[in-house]
């Protein structure tokens, strides 16, 4: 299984919802990554998580809040987005964060419409 | 300080062409280089990586990338284009002496194949 798997594919949510997108990968991968991408644009990280703990955070506003309840998932939950919070969320894998030389695994990414 | 350059936003070729998508590098060392390509609406796909060794790289689908230590360049090649390979495509760099695997994408390049 070489997959990243990403739910829900699409989600639409108010300003005032609260949801979260989730993140599965069963490849035995100990670094997993946020990223948000905006059409015709090159994804920008958002968090880092190694052995399930949180090594990199972006700057990335608390209404993102990351989660990584085991090696093989990986949660992001939203809360009082804004209109500009609207992209594609992809999440990443990759064996650890010191094998740098091997290259990152991503999901198909979430559309997400903040209204 | 990493980063990636695609000097150019589109790439147009048609069918049965060479085609060539740039891409130069700014890293402290030697650096790990990929590159990855989007569909609409999908994910980032792998196609190749330069770690060390044989200049030439080969990838999926039949592209190849040539990296170029005195031009700081990572060119992505193939030698006849289809239709199918009109996409988005991004290369990306890792320094070496980075622990936390972070990848420093380029603003990426759009190749359309016309038939």
């Known amino acids: 299984d070489t997959e990243v798997t990403q739910t829900p594919k699409h989600l639409v949510m108010g300003m005032t919802n609260k949801k979260s997108l989730k993140c599965e990968q069963h490849m035995g991968h100990r670094a997993m990554y946020w990223y948000k991408q905006k059409a015709k644009k090159p994804p920008e990280l958002m968090f880092v998580?190694?052995?399930?703990?949180?090594?990199i955070n972006e700057s990335v506003p608390s209404r993102f809040s990351p989660e990584c309840p085991n090696s093989s998932l990986l949660n992001l939950h939203l809360h009082a987005l804004q209109p500009e919070d609207s992209a594609l969320y992809l999440c990443?894998?990759?064996?650890?964060?010191?094998?740098?030389?091997?290259?990152?695994?991503f999901g198909q990414g979430t559309r997400l419409t903040v209204v | 300080a990493q980063s990636v350059a695609q000097p150019e936003d589109q790439v147009n070729v048609a069918e049965g062409n060479p085609l060539t998508v740039k891409c130069t590098y700014s890293v402290s060392g030697n650096p790990y280089l990929f590159w990855y390509v989007q569909y609409p609406n999908r994910g980032l796909q792998f196609l190749l990586k330069y770690i060390t060794g044989d200049n030439l790289v080969k990838g999926s689908y039949g592209f190849e990338a040539e990296f170029n230590k005195s031009q700081t360049s990572f060119h992505l090649k193939k030698p006849s284009a289809l239709v199918s390979d009109s996409a988005l495509y991004f290369c990306a760099v890792r320094d070496r002496g980075s622990t936390l695997g972070r990848l420093y994408f380029g603003r990426g390049t759009q190749l359309t194949v016309w038939p």
């Open positions: 990443a894998s990759s064996p650890r964060v010191g094998e740098i030389g091997t290259e990152a695994f």
């Open positions: 998580y190694s052995y399930e703990k949180l090594s």
